[in-house]
């Protein structure tokens, strides 16, 4: 259901440059040949069922890249075909990968336009919630949209963003997963005079694709950047806010600013809830709160 891009098993190994992580970062090849019928099944059902969900949910730059990258039910695709039309179309690389990588692997990749996508495919058991992100995830949730070029632009700002976060330290680096998770991950937009989904952390999910439009309990609000980078969120129930753009140019232009001075302000301030709604927050809808669990806030 949701991607938990916060714990990071990583080792750490002390040298004369002080203690370093230990990095298990290799690209792989994807190795389409070893899927077995299971796992083709497994995306044809996923697929099958987000694209029925998703049509009128997310918005039109997904489904249209989608469909223009030839994505399809039949089989798991095919990384090397993708790139062809990804790189005509906005230069962008998908890079196999084991799974979640150091933050700073991630970052470089993003700020090289390579998009690391994990290459296994959940069990047929875990159909309906696996914790950590799998290729559906990676591959139907993410990468449609590097075909819009805003928003691809907007991955690439992000890693170079992250390679500087990374250099101030910390606090710096909570504040900008802040901004990941509420816009990449988990991001809605305003179109056709309703809110669509462009977060791949609800497009790869059943249940989360209905509950953050159709569900009364969860808070949608304007987006906000220094709001959002102070906001607390869920990795392990669906969001309680969900924050809303205008478009991939507001995005794009609400983030273009050098975010250092940003950090710096930010660091006095207490971090704000998951769940709260704040005097001056654009109230789209205020959330009910219904099935909310107290903690349990990152
Ligand atoms: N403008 C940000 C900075 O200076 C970088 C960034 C761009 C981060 C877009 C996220 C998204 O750090
Ligand atoms: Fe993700």
């Given at each position: 259901?949701?991607?938990?891009?916060?714990?990071?098993?990583?080792?750490?190994?002390?040298?004369?440059?002080?203690?370093?992580?230990?990095?298990?970062?290799?690209?792989?090849?994807?190795?389409?040949?070893?899927?077995?019928?299971?796992?083709?099944?497994?995306?044809?059902?996923?697929?099958?069922?987000?694209?029925?969900?998703?049509?009128?949910?997310?918005?039109?730059?997904?489904?249209?890249?989608?469909?223009?990258?030839?994505?399809g039910a039949d089989a798991i695709p095919k990384f090397s075909e993708l790139n062809r039309t990804l790189q005509a179309a906005t230069g962008w690389t998908l890079v196999g990968v084991e799974g979640l990588l150091p933050e700073l692997d991630f970052f470089e990749h993003l700020a090289h336009r390579r998009f690391p996508v994990t290459w296994w495919i959940r069990r047929p058991e875990q159909i309906d919630y696996i914790a950590e992100p799998d290729l559906f995830h990676d591959l139907f949730g993410h990468v449609p949209l590097l075909m819009d070029p805003v928003f691809a632009d907007y991955m690439q700002a992000y890693g170079r963003g992250g390679l500087k976060a990374h250099a101030i330290g910390p606090e710096a680096l909570q504040n900008l997963t802040r901004l990941y998770w509420y816009t990449v991950e988990f991001g809605l937009v305003r179109q056709g005079g309703g809110l669509r989904i462009y977060g791949a952390g609800i497009v790869s999910s059943a249940g989360e694709s209905r509950y953050c439009l159709e569900s009364d309990a969860p808070n949608r609000i304007g987006f906000d950047l220094e709001r959002i980078m102070r906001t607390r969120y869920r990795i392990d129930t669906y969001q309680k806010t969900y924050f809303v753009i205008d478009s991939f140019e507001q995005l794009m232009t609400a983030t273009a600013a050098d975010f250092t001075p940003i950090y710096a302000r930010l660091a006095d301030q207490p971090a704000i809830p998951a769940g709260a709604v704040l005097e001056g927050d654009t109230v789209i809808h205020r959330g009910s709160g219904e099935g909310w669990t107290d903690g349990g806030d990152v």
């Open positions: 259901m949701v991607e938990a891009t916060i714990p990071r098993r990583v080792e750490h190994q002390q040298t004369d440059k002080g203690c370093v992580p230990v990095y298990t970062t290799a690209v792989v090849e994807q190795p389409w040949d070893s899927y077995s019928a299971d796992d083709h099944r497994t995306w044809g059902i996923l697929y099958t069922r987000q694209r029925g969900l998703l049509a009128g949910r997310a918005c039109e730059e997904f489904l249209r890249a989608q469909d223009a990258m030839g994505m």
